[in-house]
């Protein structure tokens, strides 16, 4: 398979023989850092009933259970990854009437 690297990679490749291995003890520290980063916690949260039935029925449509759509929907709020589609069309709509 033959991928298009982009710049970043590309830097990386470029200077890869000035890269060095990490000790093995380093190694399992990061590798524990990383696995209680990825751990799941249990909580307990109220939400409107509508709402969760509105949630129930995207994730529905999604083909994704409820759970998984509200854990995505919250990563993608704290990880500045969720947008506003309104947000959107309005700036498109504002850039085309420039």
Do not use: C, W
Not at 2 to 17: A, G, P, R, T
Not at 19 to 41: C, F, G, H, M
Not at 88 to 97: H, R, V
Request: net charge positive.
């Amino acid at each position: 398979m033959n991928q298009k690297l982009d710049k970043y990679e590309k830097e990386i490749e470029d200077n890869i023989s000035s890269y060095k291995a990490v000790t093995p003890s380093k190694k399992a520290l990061i590798e524990e850092i990383i696995d209680k980063a990825n751990k799941k916690k249990s909580i307990s949260l109220r939400l409107k009933a509508n709402d969760l039935e509105q949630l129930k029925r995207r994730a529905d449509a999604e083909g994704l259970p409820y759970q998984t759509l509200l854990s995505s929907i919250v990563h993608k709020f704290v990880s500045d990854q969720l947008v506003d589609k309104r947000s959107i069309l309005k700036s498109i709509e504002i850039l085309k009437a420039t």
